[in-house]
């Protein structure tokens, strides 16, 4: 009996400690629109890469910020991987990655969203309204103060879903 309980033990502390760890909950960036338009609330995405240092850093704040987890029920958060290379279905549109030479490229639908001057910045992040409509743009690394000053602007009145 005693081993069963060490056993159940070591098994609960590896399940919390990889909740602990473990990446915000996304909606895949295909499954956004179908979610949006079930469900209507704000989207944040991260548009990043996965060679982007600072895109890893956003990914890792997210995970500690408090206001981000209490705000999850009322908003999809969503990554964009701009080097994506297969189509993405977005708001009845369908994007396709672009190639700008030998194994570069971007993702169309990463500069529809997030450029900003005819540039897209890694990380860059977009919110958007229910209606898909652009309201907040940040191309950079943005600080655990201002991400909280961010989630504060978001209608808390819908349902969690």
Sequence with gaps: ?????????????????NGATAQPHSVPIGELTDSMRLH??????????DWCT???????QLRKNDDFKKAVPYLYFAELDAGHNEDISFNGTTYSFKATGHGTGSHELAYVLGETGNRLAFPTWVLLNENFEIIFKFPGV??????SQLLETIPRHSTPK
């Design 142 to 147: 943005i600080k655990a103060g201002e991400l």
């Design 54 to 60: 600072f895109c890893r850093m956003q990914k890792a």
């Design 40 to 49: 209507p609330k704000h989207a944040l995405i991260l548009i990043s890469t």
């Design 1 to 17: 009996m005693n081993r069963l309980v060490g056993i159940s033990s070591i098994i609960f502390a590896v399940f919390a400690w």
